[in-house]
């Protein structure tokens, strides 16, 4: 989903990224390891650390969506399936374990027709 889709004032907006999602926002703070008061008050939406986090989701899921079908199911892949390459971790834990650029690159050598 294009990034301008999701973006109110010039930032990720948690309740229409929950909307594309067909969830809650609480489950999405639980996904990316924040509190949900980060993505209920307006101050902690705009923190970089919130931004940060919900970036590197959207990232993911953009990345994964042309292999999965839709960004939904990128969302039930991101929360579910686990990856060998990562000790049988699923991308929710690798990114709450601060690997998110380690998973990023795993994604990409994939669409490059790479190995997992």
Not at 23 to 52: F, H, M, Y
Not at 64 to 69: K, S
Not at 89 to 98: A, F, H, L, M, W
């Amino acid at each position: 989903m294009p990034l301008r889709e999701l973006t109110e004032d010039g930032m990720i907006s948690p309740d229409r990224l929950a909307r594309n999602l067909r969830t809650t926002k609480n489950e999405i703070s639980q996904t990316i390891g924040i509190r949900p008061e980060s993505l209920s008050r307006k101050s902690r939406i705009a923190s970089v650390a919130t931004q940060t986090a919900l970036r590197h989701l959207v990232e993911i899921l953009n990345a994964v969506t042309p292999l999965v079908g839709n960004m939904v199911m990128a969302y039930a892949w991101f929360r579910s399936e686990p990856i060998s390459g990562f000790g049988g971790r699923t991308p929710e834990q690798i990114v709450k374990d601060g690997e998110f650029e380690g998973l990023r690159a795993h994604i990409m050598r994939r669409l490059e027709g790479g190995y997992a």
